[in-house]
């Protein structure tokens, strides 16, 4: 009796799909259309059928986010070269993304063929050695290693909350290997435990200096939800009724209602009482922290280190002494489970800092980002997500209210303008089932590399609310450097109109029920009318473009700039 055979395909699919996987975004090539047929017969796997790989790109680092894992695929050579600034993105940004590659036939790399989407060398391999630098884990298929290595691959995606990257040859798609397709175990996550010895002293280091200190705050950054954190971190929180804050990467993590929840910090750009409550702590508990430029408020922090413990998925620092290979995911469970009951103290802060809006008198109509911010807040719905793209949106966020269960995206690390758009299509087809909306605010600039989507958008009949800020250029740029330079100025659209010329006319996608408020709004009024018909109208997908000031911007980007100037003053001080 012959053994129950798969194809090396199916085979990945079933692996995708039982990650929670269900819908693959990418863009057709000749290398990767067998493929593409199996992912079109899958069952409950759905393909995104892109516009372009960048896009595709970001869209499955959007789908990740809210998934915790997402997937693309793209043709050998110009087809992934296309996707790997977002591949890079995401690896800065640590999520996890399948980047499946179609490669010529097994028969043509043997031989050296001169083959089209090459460099013309007989090398194959020249691509995959570029993604090394921005994947945790890479693998060639074959006839005999696709399952380990399927497997193996899939295992670093989750456990290092990175991109992985997988090349299939267009002839081994349909290859069968010996597997029962009802047999298939789980895909077994395993995290390599803590060394005994390192972890208990750690343990035994961190209850020392928490009995001795008195004023404990906790900080937590990006990283604790990129590693599946946050359940684990409440725990702590509700544990040790610590007062706790979240940076800018970290927004929306933990429930602004949180009773412990104080305020956004970012250095100079976080609100004076949340930088004296900060500053004040006699010992900081740092979980998973990221002290990137932009999420310090350009290096802004003024933390000693004589009283931080850094929580990370690969070591443990506290104060000056690392722990190596003391893992947070295993060392704050127990930490949590030793906390001492004695030194537990009931939380009586006041509601978290906020910053009363101040709107100026001069601007009573005019749209400006102190009454956006302000007010935006009032029209987002519980558990939405929302996208904010590089630039004045991102910051505009940090001090924004966040409504109740609101997931935010941004990429405040990585920085590529334009990430918004595809990574709102992807946020959107995952969080669909779960009927969670998707606020996307975009620049005018960022809009004009990536507007394609729009397309893509519409195809799904998303419900997506497109709120483009349109002033007139490159603004963030503008303050940074060059404001009355050439180069900082854009050509004008109708970006308004985008569902037209997307969609085929905006009067048949109204018949199909699909778009809704498609318009320029220019103040507070027309902003708020616009708004107001988004709220009433849930399954339609509205396009709102807002008309700014060119300089106006968020204060935390002022900040943020300001910071960043000095510090590289003092940098060139230093070469000096």
């Known amino acids: 009796m012959s053994s129950p055979k798969m194809t090396i395909g199916n085979y990945l699919l079933q692996r995708l799909k039982s990650l929670g996987i269900g819908i693959i975004f990418g863009v057709p090539g000749d290398y990767n259309l067998p493929f593409l047929d199996q992912i079109e017969d899958f069952d409950d796997i759905q393909w995104g059928n892109n516009c372009n790989e960048l896009n595709a790109s970001y869209a499955a680092d959007g789908y990740a986010r809210i998934r915790g894992i997402g997937a693309l695929v793209t043709t050998f050579g110009v087809g992934e070269l296309s996707a790997i600034n977002g591949i890079a993105g995401s690896y800065a940004e640590m999520v996890s993304v399948v980047h499946i590659v179609g490669t010529p036939s097994t028969v043509s790399q043997a031989s050296g063929a001169i083959l089209h989407h090459t460099l013309g060398n007989g090398d194959f391999r020249v691509f995959a050695n570029m993604y090394k630098e921005v994947t945790i884990a890479q693998t060639n298929l074959t006839k005999t290693n696709a399952i380990e290595e399927i497997d193996r691959v899939l295992n670093e995606c989750l456990n290092k909350s990175r991109p992985v990257y997988i090349g299939l040859a267009v002839d081994l798609s349909d290859y069968e290997i010996n597997v029962d397709p009802l047999s298939i175990e789980p895909l077994k996550l395993s995290l390599v435990r803590n060394p005994i010895k390192v972890h208990r002293a750690a343990i035994e280091t961190i209850l020392d200096l928490v009995k001795k200190a008195g004023n404990i705050i906790v900080i937590v950054d990006s990283c604790a939800n990129r590693h599946g954190m946050m359940v684990k971190v409440l725990r702590f929180l509700e544990r040790t009724q610590l007062p706790v804050y979240l940076t800018p990467m970290a927004k929306g993590g933990i429930d602004e209602r949180h009773p412990q929840f104080r305020g956004i910090f970012a250095g100079n750009c976080s609100i004076g009482s949340v930088q004296k409550e900060v500053y ?229 996608n109204r018949d199909q029920a699909i778009t809704g408020f498609a318009g320029q709004v220019k103040t507070r009024e027309e902003f708020e009318k616009a708004m107001t018909q988004v709220l009433n109208e849930t399954e339609k997908i509205h396009f709102i473009e807002i008309v700014m000031p060119a300089m106006d911007a968020p204060k935390s980007l002022v900040l943020t700039i300001e910071g960043t100037r000095e510090y590289k003053k003092r940098e060139q001080e230093a070469r000096e």
């Open 280 to 508: 004040n702590a006699d010992l900081i508990l740092a979980i998973g922290s990221m002290n990137s430029d932009f999420n310090t408020g350009g290096f802004t922090y003024r933390l000693s280190q004589k009283k931080t413990i850094e929580f990370h998925t690969y070591h443990t620092k506290i104060f000056y002494a690392v722990y190596d290979k003391v893992d947070m995911r295993e060392l704050l469970p127990d930490l949590t489970e030793h906390w001492p009951t004695n030194i537990i103290r009931q939380y009586n802060g006041t509601k978290r800092n906020i910053e009363p809006a101040i709107l100026d008198a001069k601007h009573q109509t005019e749209i400006v980002h102190e009454y956006l911010w302000h007010k935006l807040p009032d029209f987002i719905p519980e558990d939405s997500i929302v996208v904010a793209e590089t630039g004045t949106s991102e910051f505009g966020i940090f001090n924004m209210r966040a409504p109740k269960g609101v997931t935010f995206l941004t990429q405040i690390l990585w920085g590529s303008i334009g990430y918004s758009v595809g990574a709102a299509l992807g946020a959107a087809l995952a969080g669909k089932d779960d009927n969670r909306r998707v606020f996307v605010l975009v620049g005018d600039g960022s809009f004009q590399l990536v507007c394609q989507e729009i397309s893509s958008m519409l195809r799904f009949k998303t419900n997506i609310v497109i709120i483009l800020l349109n002033n007139d250029g490159y603004t963030i740029e503008k303050l940074i450097h060059g404001p009355d330079r050439a180069y900082n100025n854009i050509q004008m659209w109708r970006y308004h109109n985008s569902f037209e010329y997307f969609g085929d006319g905006l009067k048949q």
